[in-house]
């Protein structure tokens, strides 16, 4: 393989008077040489440039590496990150669950306490109600019962004589002697008593007459 000085350096044997010339030859050399010096420099620029992507492509190489363990520790991660809402959905549905059940049964209790207290109640107003019918036909029992002794005593004491007081009687025997002796001084005659009350003796007033008006008692039978 020929390098730039031979090509720069090379000298060609004259064949007689049929060689090559000189200027012609000068020329090409120069021209291979401007070639042959452009293409090196091109090899080196292109060598320059493969270096450079070989570092890029390096440098890449471990960026993708370094994203590849990202994107693995991320999926490793997601995978951690699903499982644990899953198993946190798992345990929210299980409270949830829990929660309802517990409501339920809550629920179930107070409306049982509530019927029973509501029975209670109830049974003591039907309790307090009867006694309280029991009540009126006792007060209405004893009602009409004192009014049957009150009407009795009153039969009685109607049933009772009536006599005149002693005084009525000593004025009753003053007019019979008066009338058979005309030539003595009458005395004066009581007072009349229209109602025949007795009246008072040795200066005590005469006790009045027991009566009573019974008519509220059998208004209030009759209405009972």
Known sequence: MLSM???INVSFRKSGFSGYKVDDVDVFID???ETVDQMQKKEVAQDELTDKLRTENQQLTEKVKILAEKVEQFR???DEIKNALISAQKVGDASVREAR???EIILKDANLKAEHIEQEAQEKTMEQKKEMERLQRSVSEFRAHLLAVYKE???LIDALPTSKPESEQNADASVAESAAAPQAVPEAEPASNPNNEPEAASGQEAPEMF???ISCFEADSAQN
């Open 5 to 7: 000085n031979d090509i």
């Open 31 to 33: 021209q291979v040489r």
């Open 76 to 78: 490793s991660e997601e």
């Open 101 to 103: 059940h517990r409501a």
């Open 153 to 155: 005593h009153l039969t």
């Open 211 to 213: 009566q009573a008006d």
